[in-house]
T-cell receptor, first 116, second 116 residues
Framework: AQKVTQAQTEISVVEKEDVTLDCVYETRDTTYYLFWYKQPPSGELVFLIRRNSFDEQNEISGRYSWNFQKSTSSFNFTITASQVVDSAVYFCALSEVGTGGFKTIFGAGTRLFVKA | DTEVTQTPKHLVMGMTNKKSLKCEQHMGHRAMYWYKQKAKKPPELMFVYSYEKLSINESVPSRFSPECPNSSLLNLHLHALQPEDSALYLC???????????????FGPGTRLTVT
């Protein structure tokens, strides 16, 4: 069965600090996708990144970076020099190709507070 | 255009009312989704349409009735709801590449539903 665990319920940091959000997943499928979404207080989920199971290259996009390690089934997300606008709930998610790919399982989410 | 629109933004309805939520996308996506999200919880999948056909119904009560009139539109008809159905209802769309799984989903802003 597929499962996504985000052990950090809430994180509070001061602006300009770096912060890492952890994500651990379980799947029996060899082909799957991992995602990160951001949900600001306005409510709309915003797609941040997709990674497929065959691509373990880390990715950097501005202040955001992602570390995908199949050996530890982890897909962690780091925000460098955090800003108040980064305050949101962040969801890690998993989609298995073997089950048709339509079912995306979300982690419980990590609420990030960035204080000025 | 990567926008998914939803109407209305807010809806208050009594338990005997009939109402509909609407969702529209113009990204050419052939998979569309309805999610329910309670406060401080991740989105829960309700329905998935692929090429305008219902692909997944996650055992949702019949008081929720989805409809996909065409590839751009998705409706959720509501009837005889219960107070516990009060939640944020999110629509999403994604590419649907048979055998390749589902890519990232693009979400609308949601409809905040209150059942009195």
């Amino acid at each position: 069965a597929q499962k996504v665990t985000q052990a950090q319920t809430e994180i509070s940091v001061v602006e300009k600090e770096d912060v890492t959000l952890d994500c651990v997943y379980e799947t029996r499928d060899t082909t799957y996708y991992l995602f990160w979404y951001k949900q600001p207080p306005s409510g709309e989920l915003v797609f941040l990144i997709r990674r497929n199971s065959f691509d373990e290259q880390n990715e950097i996009s501005g202040r955001y970076s992602w570390n995908f390690q199949k050996s530890t089934s982890s897909f962690n997300f780091t925000i460098t020099a955090s800003q108040v606008v980064d305050s949101a709930v962040y969801f890690c998610a998993l989609s298995e190709v073997g089950t048709g790919g339509f079912k995306t399982i979300f982690g419980a989410g990590t609420r990030l507070f960035v204080k000025a | 255009d990567t926008e998914v629109t939803q109407t209305p933004k807010h809806l208050v309805m009594g338990m005997t009312n009939k109402k509909s939520l609407k969702c529209e996308q113009h990204m050419g996506h052939r998979a569309m989704y309805w999610y329910k999200q309670k406060a401080k919880k991740p989105p829960e999948l309700m329905f998935v349409y692929s090429y305008e056909k219902l692909s997944i119904n996650e055992s949702v009560p019949s008081r929720f009735s989805p409809e996909c009139p065409n590839s751009s539109l998705l409706n959720l008809h509501l009837h005889a709801l219960q107070p516990e159905d009060s939640a944020l209802y999110l629509c999403a769309s994604s590419q649907d590449l048979p055998g390749q799984g589902t890519y990232e989903q693009y979400f609308g802003p949601g409809t905040r539903l209150t059942v009195t």
